[in-house]
T-cell receptor, first 112, second 114 residues
Framework: DVKVTQSSRYLVKRTGEKVFLECVQD?????MFWYRQDPGLGLRLIYF?????MKEKGDIPEGYSVSREKKERFSLILESASTNQTSMYLC???WGLGDTQYFGPGTRLTVL | AQSVSQHNHHVILSEAASLELGCNYS??????LFWYVQYPGQHLQLLLK??????LVKGIKGFEAEFIKSKFSFNLRKPSVQWSDTAEYFC????????????FGTGTRLLVSP
């Protein structure tokens, strides 16, 4: 079974803090994704990566950056957290970009 | 811009009732179609998918979906729901060519009362 893990289930941070969310997959998938999930808005793509050190902006990249130094690990960085970044963050991975995505359990981030 | 519409935001059913959740997309090309489900407190997981072939696809837990190309639709169905089907359901679409990402609908929350 594919396993996608995320570093924290719950996280509380203060406005202006730098926040790191980490995601690890164990299936040697080429592609990894970061989404945020908000009620009534579904899943919105923040960034994705199709190879080590490669990244592409998704639909809502503002205020976020990413890092992929190793194939199995994809990090989401909030350079200066703001209250409107309070959300559930989901990581996913897949073989092909249009193929089935496997999701982690999510990190519920609250920014005070 | 490509989009995916799920018109039912909240659905409440009694056990044994039939379920149909609508999904429409606005892509013009060949598509891959997915339904994902998120049970309370659990990971988002794949329910079923359509890439090609028979437009009626069967997934886990008795769910099925029909791809109707002329209507740009991929509706999810289940003949008789159970309390354990209470979850949020997401339709997702990607183009079948090139460097294409998955686009999700806004989700439908299903509550099944015992």
């Amino acid at each position: 079974d594919v396993k996608v893990t995320q570093s924290s289930r719950y996280l509380v941070k203060r406005t202006g803090e730098k926040v790191f969310l980490e995601c690890v997959q164990d299936m040697d998938h080429e592609n990894m994704f970061w989404y945020r999930q908000d009620p009534g808005l579904g899943l919105r793509l923040i960034y994705f990566s199709y190879d080590v050190k490669m990244k592409e902006k998704g639909d809502i990249p503002e205020g976020y950056s990413v890092s992929r130094e190793k194939k199995e690990r994809f990090s989401l960085i909030l350079e200066s957290a703001s209250t409107n970044q309070t959300s559930m963050y989901l990581c996913a991975s897949t073989w092909g970009l249009g193929d089935t995505q496997y999701f982690g359990p999510g990190t519920r981030l609250t920014v005070l | 811009a490509q989009s995916v519409s799920q018109h039912n935001h909240h659905v409440i059913l009694s056990e044994a009732a039939s379920l149909e959740l609508g999904c429409n997309y606005s892509y013009g090309g060949t598509v891959n179609l997915f339904w994902y489900v998120q049970y309370p407190g659990q990971h988002l997981q794949l329910l079923l998918k359509y890439f090609s072939g028979d437009p009626l696809v069967k997934g886990i837990k008795g769910f099925e979906a029909e791809f109707i190309k002329s209507k740009f639709s991929f509706n999810l169905r289940k003949p008789s729901v159970q309390w354990s089907d209470t979850a949020e359901y997401f339709c997702a679409v990607s183009l079948n060519t090139g460097f294409q990402k998955l686009v999700f609908g806004t989700g439908t929350r299903l509550l099944v009362s015992p």
